[in-house]
């Protein structure tokens, strides 16, 4: 197999993960929109490229005919190293809107694919310092793998249903009660009452870039 260049690399992480939380391969339109790419015949060249490489294998006639050969099904050993990603930035959140929703993309930001483990899916940028004794700065941005499964403990990203503002804090829930916990003694945690509240879990953290230290492009 040729090696593969660094976009189709990006190309063939996107539709890996995508698989992997779908459960089926991604049209081209998902995967330009999921990359930032607003070329989709771009895209089709690098379909075309791994099929040629041997990475996938497209099937004609089929808006998702894309297979991932079975030595590529799993991250190769080392390519997470060598490959990039092209992750969403988001700015405010839009009540009632999906959390990738397009409208709330300001950037696509290209990092390393070996920085976070799981793997992220999104940035936020972070605003205030109610987060400074977990190491979350104001302007940071996190790295958040999407996620609605998290358990006590985490660092996560949650948002009140109808509000247009996601909150980064500590997860701690027991019985109905979800406290939303601070990582500074200046701010009081957050509680809801999930009988009275709905309460949406956008992802858990995974990592975070530190602007302030070198300017992410």
């Known amino acids: 197999m040729s090696d ?26 998902e995967i330009a929109d999921g990359l930032g790419l607003k070329n989709r015949q771009g895209i089709d060249q690098h379909l075309r490229a791994l099929a040629s490489k ?20 799993a991250e190769p050993a080392g390519a997470a190293r060598a490959s990039a990603l092209s992750l969403p930035l988001l700015g405010r959140i839009a009540a009632g809107a999906p959390i990738l929703a397009t409208s709330h993309i300001e950037e696509h930001v290209t990092v390393d694919a070996s920085l976070f483990k799981p793997h992220a899916d999104f940035l936020l940028r972070v605003r205030g310092d109610s987060m400074k004794d977990a190491d979350i700065l104001d ?41 939303l916990e ?28 530190r602007t302030s230290l070198s300017r992410v492009r």
């Open 54 to 73: 041997g990475a996938i294998e497209l099937v004609p006639g089929i808006s998702r005919g894309i297979r991932l050969r079975e030595e590529f099904v």
């Open 139 to 179: 302007h940071d941005l996190l790295a958040v793998h999407q996620t609605s499964q998290v358990r006590s403990g985490e660092i996560v990203v949650a948002r009140l249903v109808d509000e247009d503002e996601a909150t980064v804090k500590y997860y701690q829930r027991q019985g109905h009660i979800v406290r």
């Open 182 to 209: 601070p990582a500074n003694a200046a701010y009081r945690p957050i509680e809801i009452d999930l009988r009275e509240q709905e309460l949406s879990i956008e992802g858990l953290a995974v990592g975070v870039i």
């Open 4 to 29: 593969l260049t660094r976009k189709q690399l990006e190309v063939l992480a996107f539709i890996r993960r995508f698989m992997d939380s779908d459960g089926l391969p991604p049209t081209r339109g």
